[in-house]
């Protein structure tokens, strides 16, 4: 074969063979480029309907344009063989990367990432790879990876039964056939059952729990044994070999090797999502794996507990006497406190009550606070509990119990958010006598209908939001910032978040300067985003599942301007604060 002239592409050397035949390096003389040409024999493809199959699969992996997806450029054949033109990739695949203790994780993000990205535009394109292993996974030297293969798995007949490859000599069909490298089958692929996207899911969370160990999720002395243990056996938890791996990431692969399809994550895309945020948040140092500690000995371990004991019994005290002080506090007359920004003199308006207090400096949001009569629970009474961390259940008993006079303006409701109060809580305030009709909520039952169906929002999942209106250079802390989402948001096979859906933030007191001169620049938060429903759903602006941290710079990076923060259409990205579900058509 070397030294042959194939249509025009001259054939330089061998790289390597496979179960469908051989991958030779050849050049294109007419676009000056090196190639790919995978070269498989006819006789070994065997049936005409195969030959047929593997034409129309190779077309429908020609059209799947995307950075991690190998390029289909031409198909040939002649009285031998057919020949698959594709892109040459300089690299190593996976199975010669792996080593014996892993990549480790910053590399199996990294990977995951494009490998996940890749897999989820091929879903879309109704293509399922159906033998993602390690060999079929290129990377090169710049980190960038390739899948290769994509469209072939269906027709890859191998000759034998051995412990990488398994097949069965039955009809071509799409059921009824086992394809693929036993290692990374799903349990229903083992079975000969029926293939769909969520089989390539499971084989990526095997080949990620293999990225991240140095081990096979599913091992055996045999292909029997190794089919065995992917029908009935769970994997090992991946923190026994790997003490660092976040528990999210350990959660993420577990969900995509669970055996029934059903109880896997359900689209590429989703896992996309939530390996993306996962990254960010690793990469930005707030993820950090637990780390292994020296032993303790008896006494260091005696004055631990000691020391947990004491805290415990001050804790619990601690909080009667804030329950007793909030009570006390809610009793006397409270003057409710907005953040206040300099705006100009607002005259008093006609009619109003005698006596009425006004602000030296209203806030542009909401109007001057009054007085509070007596025994009344105010925003600051719930502010003082919830920074006093005193559970959901009692504040929301407190509100039930006593008179109220909340201010729930949009500066109030930042307020209020700002301070660690809870959407349970703010709706209690809505509705302090408990409402009939409560209004729906993202994830409550209310929200769902005879005619819809919950989906699924997962915490950490970031997508795209677009700012509304311009950012002067000194924003005011506790002015609401507005954005919309740039994109339709998927989950569960459906839209949840539609483009356009209205995005609240709040400006943010700028933190304090570092020694090296860092920080102190204005930065927003976000409180929720517009659901297809009309439920609002909790989203932050720093990325993680879920966590206190709820902030971003206002100034896009590379921006430079002297007049403006921040212009109107700066994109930044928006998370998920948790789980949480969306009620979709059926």
């Known amino acids: 074969m070397i030294g042959r002239t194939i249509s025009h592409y001259q054939v330089i050397e061998k790289l390597g063979a496979g179960g469908m035949g051989e991958i030779f390096k050849a050049r294109d003389p007419r676009l000056n480029r090196t190639v790919a040409i995978k070269a498989m024999s006819i006789s070994a493809m065997g049936e005409p309907d195969r030959r047929r199959r593997f034409i129309q699969e190779a077309q429908a992996a020609s059209g799947l344009n995307h950075p991690n997806i190998i390029t289909i450029h031409d198909i040939l054949t002649d009285e031998e063989n057919e020949y698959m033109v594709m892109e040459y990739v300089a690299g190593k695949t996976l199975a010669d990367l792996i080593p014996a203790e892993g990549l480790g994780v910053e590399k199996t993000l990294r990977y995951g990432v494009q490998m996940a990205d890749a897999l989820a535009a091929a879903h879309a394109a109704g293509i399922v790879h159906r033998d993602l292993k390690p060999g079929n996974v290129m990377v090169t030297e710049s980190g960038l990876v390739k899948i290769l293969d ?315 939001i677009t700012l509304m209106e311009d950012v002067s250079m000194d924003p005011v802390p506790g002015t609401a910032i507005h954005f919309q989402a740039a994109k339709e948001v998927h989950a569960g096979g459906a839209v949840i978040i539609a483009k356009g859906a209205a995005v609240t933030g709040v400006v943010l007191e700028p933190g304090k300067k570092n020694i090296l001169g860092r920080g102190g620049k204005p930065a927003f938060g976000l409180i929720d985003v517009v659901a297809v429903d009309g439920s609002r759903v909790k989203v932050k602006a720093s990325a993680g599942r879920s966590s206190d941290k709820n902030e971003h710079n206002i100034e896009p990076p590379g921006h430079r301007g002297k007049e403006l923060l921040a212009p109107a259409g700066s994109s930044y990205l928006a998370f998920f604060d948790g789980d949480q579900t969306v009620a979709v058509k059926k």
């Open 150 to 464: 994509f469209g072939l798995a269906k027709v890859n007949l191998a000759t034998q039964l051995t412990e990488e490859t398994l097949t069965i000599g039955a009809p071509m069909t799409v059921e009824g056939s086992i394809l693929g490298t036993i290692s990374y089958m799903s349990p229903e692929q083992a079975q000969g059952g029926k293939i769909d996207a969520r089989s390539d899911i499971f084989a990526f969370g095997a080949l990620m729990y293999e990225m991240v160990t140095g081990h096979k999720a599913f091992g055996g002395t045999s292909a029997i044994s190794t089919l065995t243990a992917i029908l009935r056996d769970e994997v090992r938890p991946i923190r026994d070999s790997v003490p660092d791996c976040p528990p999210e990431l350990e959660e993420i692969i577990g969900r995509a090797l669970r055996k029934s399809p059903g109880d896997r994550w359900q689209s590429m895309q989703e896992v996309h999502g939530v390996l993306a945020g996962l990254r960010q948040k690793y990469e930005s140092g707030i993820l950090y794996g637990a780390k292994l500690v020296p032993p303790e000995n008896k006494t260091a371990r005696a004055l631990k507990l000691g020391l947990i004991a004491f805290l415990v019994v001050f804790g619990i005290g601690g909080w009667f006497v804030l329950i007793h002080r909030a009570q006390r506090q809610a009793a006397a007359p409270v003057v409710q406190s907005l953040p206040q920004a300099p705006t100009r003199p607002v005259p008093e308006p006609a009619g109003a009550a005698p006596g009425a207090v006004a602000s030296d400096k209203p806030s542009p949001l909401a109007p001057a606070p009054k007085p509070v009569a007596e025994g009344v629970l105010t925003n600051q009474s719930v502010l003082e509990l919830a920074g006093a961390k005193v559970p959901d259940s009692v504040i929301i008993s407190q509100i039930r119990e006593s008179k109220t006079k909340f201010d729930l303006s949009t500066a109030g409701i930042i307020q209020l958010t700002k301070g660690g109060v809870t959407p349970a809580v703010i709706e209690a305030m809505r509705h302090p006598t408990g409402s009939p009709e409560p209004v729906p909520t993202a994830g409550s039952p209310s929200a769902a209908t005879a005619a819809t169906r919950l989906a699924p929002v997962l915490g950490g999942i970031p997508f795209e």
